[in-house]
C-alpha cells in the first residue's frame, strides 16, 4: 500500500507521509521523487496512470504538469489550463448541458493521442502549486471547483450538492465536486499546497477560503470564528471543522484576501 506524500512548507519544508490508515492507497505505476530543484524549493514529482505519464516541476508556486501521452492515451482538462503541446496531438472541447447552470463547470476539453505519442503541458492560471491527488475505490475526495486542473480517464468527476447554510459560508458555493474511481486527478491552489493529516477523532479548523480538497468520507461543519466584534477586528469570517480520519490540503494564499489587496492599490480600477 502506498499513502500519498505531501511538502509541508515552513522553516524546514520536507516530504511527509501520511500515517492515517484511511490515506493508504495502491501504489501507481510510477512515483519518482528525483531531487531536482528547477526555480522552486520542493521536489519534482512523476507518476504514470491510464497511459499518461506525467511530471510536475517548478514547484511550490509556479508549478507546470508535464504528461507523456501514450499511443491512444487522453486526459480530460479544464478550459484554457492546456500551456503547450506536440503538433500530433488532438484537443477537442466539451460542453455539458447538464452544467450550464453553474458557473465554470459546462466547459471543458480534452486531450488524445490517436496518432502516436506526445508531449503536453498544463499550466495553473495563477502563481500556483500543482498536486498529484490519487483516487481509488475508498479513497475518494471533494475537490473545489476553481482547483480542478486535469484528471484521467479512469476518474469519475460529479457535482455533489451541499446543504444551504454550507453552500453560503464553506467558500465552494452551493455545489462541490466528487471524484471518484481510479486514476490521477491534477488539483492547484493559490500559493503552495500544505496537507494535513488527522486521526480518528482528530478535529482541525481551516479557513473556508484555503480550502483545496478533503476525503469525501470526512464529516465537517461551518463555524463562526468568534463574536461579531471577533470576525470584525481578526478580518475572518466562517470557518470549516473536520473531523478525522482523513487528509485536508489547503492553499497557503487566500484568494480573498488577494482580491481585497488588489483593489486596495487600485488594480483593475477604472481611470
Excluded at 31 to 50: L, P
Excluded at 141 to 163: D, H, M, N, R, Y
Excluded at 225 to 241: A, D, H, N, P, Q
Aim: charged share 15%; glycine share 10%; aromatic share 8%.
Amino acid at each position: 500500500m502506498y499513502a500519498a506524500p505531501y511538502y509541508v512548507t515552513g522553516a524546514n519544508p520536507q516530504w511527509q507521509t501520511p500515517s492515517t490508515p484511511h490515506a493508504m492507497l495502491p501504489a501507481p505505476a510510477q512515483v519518482n521523487y528525483d531531487g531536482s530543484d528547477k526555480g522552486s524549493s520542493a521536489r519534482n514529482i512523476s507518476g504514470e496512470a491510464d497511459g499518461v505519464r506525467y511530471t510536475i516541476s517548478y514547484r511550490d508556486v509556479n508549478s507546470i504538469v508535464t504528461c507523456q501521452l501514450q499511443p491512444n492515451a487522453s486526459i480530460n482538462l479544464t478550459a484554457g489550463v492546456m500551456a503547450g503541446m506536440s503538433a500530433n496531438l488532438r484537443l477537442e472541447g466539451k460542453v455539458k448541458l447538464k452544467k450550464m447552470l453553474l458557473p465554470g463547470k459546462a466547459f471543458s476539453s480534452c486531450v488524445s493521442a490517436p496518432n502516436g505519442a506526445g508531449e503536453l503541458i498544463l499550466a495553473p492560471p495563477m502563481m500556483a502549486d500543482v498536486m498529484a491527488l490519487h483516487v481509488s475505490p475508498g479513497n475518494e475526495w471533494i475537490v473545489g471547483e476553481s482547483c480542478f486542473l486535469a484528471f484521467t480517464p479512469g476518474v469519475q468527476k460529479s457535482i455533489k450538492a451541499q446543504g444551504l447554510g454550507k453552500a453560503l459560508f464553506s467558500g465552494e458555493g452551493l455545489f462541490v465536486t466528487k471524484v471518484s474511481g481510479t486514476g490521477v486527478a491534477f488539483i492547484t491552489s493559490l500559493g503552495a499546497i500544505h496537507g494535513i493529516d488527522l486521526a480518528a477523532g482528530q478535529d482541525y479548523i481551516i479557513e473556508n477560503d484555503h480550502l483545496v480538497a478533503w476525503h469525501a468520507s470526512m464529516t465537517y461543519k461551518i463555524e463562526n470564528v468568534g463574536s461579531f466584534m471577533t470576525s470584525l477586528v481578526s478580518s475572518e469570517g466562517k470557518i470549516c471543522r473536520f473531523s478525522g480520519p482523513g487528509t485536508v490540503y489547503m492553499q497557503t494564499r487566500n484568494p480573498s484576501a488577494l482580491a481585497d489587496y488588489m483593489r486596495s492599490i487600485g488594480v483593475g480600477r477604472s481611470q
